[in-house]
């Protein structure tokens, strides 16, 4: 069986072979972490922004949209606590001069033991066979328990560090754990340093005295201080929400796994604002709410896992991540965040502004509480480019690679193909491209034989393709195929229309949220 980190390169070299995702100025040899949607991956893109934006704005009487600017006061930042405790620790290796982040380096030796203890645990399955008990294993065998006592013991020490915000034990712990840098293999580090993940420009010109804002690291914000415009000129009652789709920035000292951790992404976010004392209320339907707009999908109920917080940020009561199964691990694709009153107050405090809410029902003003659901469109994608991936062998020796993305998200609804490029075939095929484009994403090809045709379909997840025959001319039926099973059915162009209609529309997943 393919390793998963080679199953994951495969799929990265598939994103780019058929136009999903391009690294960011490519022909210039690159700029890091930073990545290009291409004509697939556009759609792809739009169209899961358009399951979460329908999902939020239609399928809610009491959630509304903005799009607020990416520049936006800098004392925003300072309110906001971004410009003080925005950091990720950072560390040097003076040999190879490369630039690590000394929680991620601290991190992936815990992943390492955890490797170890999995090695003995799989080397005992294999000798003991059916008869093996896993946990009685890990109870009992001495080495797993000395690198479970290991792990332990470093996890207590990196946790206690981090809370402390302790840079210097930090780096002990890099120093007591023979941590070496993966490049030049040396421990010669620096000293552990704060580095904040914002980028930084200017507005104006300098002659002016320029100001120095900030690339948004979050979407969030522009929702804050907008919390009473829209209130007030939406007429909108508590309970009610706010959500945003937009670009942020974070200058991440570690960029890893493809669009995983980017340097410019976009989020998908949403602050709920609720009344004082019922936050947990609203954070659990939340939780549960976007579980099933992930789950409605179809990309596999276990492949997902809530992640709570224990420890959480001083603002925050309570917290979880969604994650999904990657090939790299379980990993965190959206928070769900019950923000308590802190973002609106800090802006009252900061701005000097009132920022509250007249609840009619109580007779009495409050600053709201607030949960915040919050989601990476790229990471979003990821899941879906990696769940969907899949080569196939097929009867007689042949292979496929196929897309299996939901048919409502997939770039290209249906390609209608001319079965040869003569007699009529191509205007008729031409004719029913029409017919469909008004209502989906509808591609025509004549080029090369049909099974190559189904073939580039399939790898870029088309869940629908119409050839069309001789026999169409007679009696206006075609050849409607099947991505993920591959059959086909003779059916009227009337009914192929009905079948793409029902199967590719949003509105089909949208219905199973409700
Ligand atoms: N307003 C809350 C907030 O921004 P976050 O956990 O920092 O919370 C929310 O980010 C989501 O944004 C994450 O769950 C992830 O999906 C996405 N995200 C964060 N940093 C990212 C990065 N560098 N590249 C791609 N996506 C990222």
Redesign the pocket.
């Given at each position: 069986m393919a390793k998963q980190e080679d199953v994951f390169k495969t799929i990265v070299s598939h994103a780019k072979e058929y136009g999903f995702v391009f690294q960011s100025s490519e022909i210039y040899d690159g700029l890091s972490a930073v990545y290009d949607y291409g004509q697939n991956g556009v759609e792809l893109k739009n169209n899961i922004k358009r399951y979460w934006w329908e999902a939020m704005t239609m399928l809610h009487d009491n959630i509304v949209g903005i799009d607020s600017a990416i520049f936006m006061h800098p004392t925003i930042w300072k309110a906001s606590g971004h410009v003080d405790a925005f950091n990720d620790p950072l560390i040097d290796n003076r040999d190879s001069k490369k630039r690590y982040r000394a929680d991620v380096l601290i991190e992936d030796e815990i992943g390492k033991i955890e490797e170890k203890i999995n090695k003995e645990v799989s080397k005992a399955a294999k000798r003991f066979g059916d008869s093996f008990d896993e946990a009685m294993f890990r109870q009992t065998n001495p080495r797993v328990l000395e690198h479970q006592r290991k792990r332990d013991e470093l996890h207590e020490r990196f946790a206690k560090a981090m809370e402390a915000n302790d840079l210097a034990e930090l780096k002990q712990i890099i120093l007591d754990y023979g941590i070496v840098c993966p490049i030049s293999g040396t421990r010669n580090w620096t000293d552990v340093r704060q580095f904040n993940l914002m980028f930084k420009t200017e507005m104006g010109s300098t002659a002016d005295g320029a100001m120095e804002v900030y690339l948004r690291p979050?979407t969030?914000q522009g929702i804050f201080v907008n919390y009473l415009n829209v209130q007030k000129t939406g007429r909108m009652r508590i309970p009610f929400g706010i959500a945003q789709i937009g670009k942020a920035f974070?200058n991440?000292i570690v960029a890893r796994q493809f669009?995983?951790?980017?340097r410019e992404?976009e989020?998908m976010?949403m602050q709920f604002f609720v009344r004082p004392g019922e936050e947990l209320k609203y954070f659990d339907f939340w939780r549960q709410t976007r579980l099933r707009w992930h789950k409605a999908l179809g990309l596999g109920d276990d492949k997902y896992r809530f992640h709570d917080h224990e420890k959480l940020a001083h603002y925050a009561n309570a917290a979880t991540?969604i994650e999904f199964k990657m090939p790299f691990g379980f990993k965190?694709?959206?928070?769900i965040?019950s923000r308590t009153d802190f973002d609106l107050s800090q802006h009252e405090k900061f701005s000097g502004k009132k920022i509250q809410y007249f609840d009619p029902e109580l007779g009495e003003s409050y600053v709201p509480y607030v949960i915040?659901t919050?989601?990476?469109v790229?990471?979003m994608f990821l899941t879906v480019l990696c769940s969907s991936y899949e080569e196939q062998q097929l009867e007689g020796g042949d292979s496929r690679v196929v897309l299996h993305i939901p048919a409502p998200l997939a770039p290209v609804k249906c390609a209608v193909l001319p079965l040869i490029k003569k007699d009529g075939l191509p205007e008729k095929a031409r004719e029913i491209q029409h017919r469909l484009r008004f209502d989906f994403n509808c591609h025509y090809e004549e080029k090369d034989t049909i099974g190559k045709r189904y073939r580039r379909q399939d790898a870029i997840g088309t869940p629908y393709c119409i050839t069309v025959d001789h026999q169409t001319l007679e009696d206006d039926t075609v050849t409607l195929r099947h991505r993920d099973t591959m059959a086909q059915e003779r059916v009227s162009i009337a009914e192929a229309e009905r079948i793409l209609k029902e199967e590719v529309s949003l509105n089909s997943l949208l219905r199973k949220l409700l």
């Open positions: 979050e969030a974070r991440e669009i995983f951790r980017m992404f989020q976010e991540d965190e694709v959206e928070g965040h915040e919050s989601i990476g790229d990471r």
